[in-house]
């Protein structure tokens, strides 16, 4: 049977002086499996659609900007992980810039200038698995990593990369 996974984007705005990123903190819905968390900006891919302009479009929608020095840092395969236990796949960006104006609100919460050390050192609530991979999108490395994060009724089973 072909692998399937739904494909989307996830990117995180750096602020100009490097010591925040921009992040929705989804608290609007109560239905949200996301409820709660904060996260990075992003969604499922369109047809016709490539992960670039994906990723602007989810940027513009969420926040109303459209991202400039744009860089993949990584893929993941999150099998497992979706609400009935579908299976997806997102490629991970950092940006540096961008044009507009930031809509702080949208409707799955509020988005926030977050302190990357605070984030990385676990004082947000996250996923599990993003403690694993978000030091990745930060570090310095230049190589992109490929990372594969299985999960089962909600729960993270194990994480593994490589660059």
Known sequence: MPYTPILATLGYLISQDQQKVLLVHRHKRDSDDHLGKYNGLGGKLEPLEDVVSGLRREFLEEAGIVLT???LRGTINWPGFGK????WFGFVFVATGYTGEITFENEEGTLEWVEISKLL???YPLWEGDK???PLVFDTDPRVFSGVMPYQDGKLLSWSYSR
């Open 69 to 71: 020095g744009i860089t």
């Open 132 to 134: 694993h991979f978000l």
């Open 121 to 123: 050192a676990g004082e």
């Open 84 to 87: 009935a236990g579908q299976d």
